[in-house]
């Protein structure tokens, strides 16, 4: 069973960076197929798609977080990573990190982990 689990700063304050972690076990983030994914959801609204690494390393973003988005990966630790740089309140939201099959999908297919609430705020 592949399990998924994020871990951070609750708390950003506008203009720095949001650093969050996705450790995986039960699987290796280097299996052929998955894109591993940062999906958030702020309050009131839905699901948003922010990027993912593939098995292969190679990395995608959605366009509108693209300038201000990095996600990298460490394969000895199987865990990977979101920057968000330069932050505002309006990127408080639930950060999630999931496993897909199809890039860029916000469906509850795969395997999800539990959420991190974070909240920009001075």
């Known amino acids: 069973q592949v399990q998924l689990q994020e871990s951070g700063p609750g708390l950003v304050k506008p203009s720095q960076t949001l650093s969050l972690t996705c450790t995986v076990s039960g699987g290796s983030i280097t299996t052929t197929y998955y894109y591993w994914s940062w999906i958030r959801q702020p309050p009131g609204k839905g699901l948003e798609w922010m990027g993912a690494?593939?098995?292969?390393?190679?990395?995608y973003y959605s366009p509108s977080l693209k300038s201000r988005t990095s996600i990298s990966r460490d394969t000895s630790k199987n865990h990977f990573t979101l920057q968000l740089r330069d932050v505002t309140p309006e990127d408080t939201a639930v950060y999630y990190c999931?496993?897909?099959?199809?890039?860029?999908?916000?469906?509850?297919?795969?395997?999800w982990g539990q959420g991190i609430q974070v909240t920009v705020s001075s």
């Open positions: 690494i593939h098995a292969s390393g190679g990395t």
């Open positions: 999931a496993r897909k099959r199809v890039l860029s999908d916000t469906s509850m297919d795969g395997y």
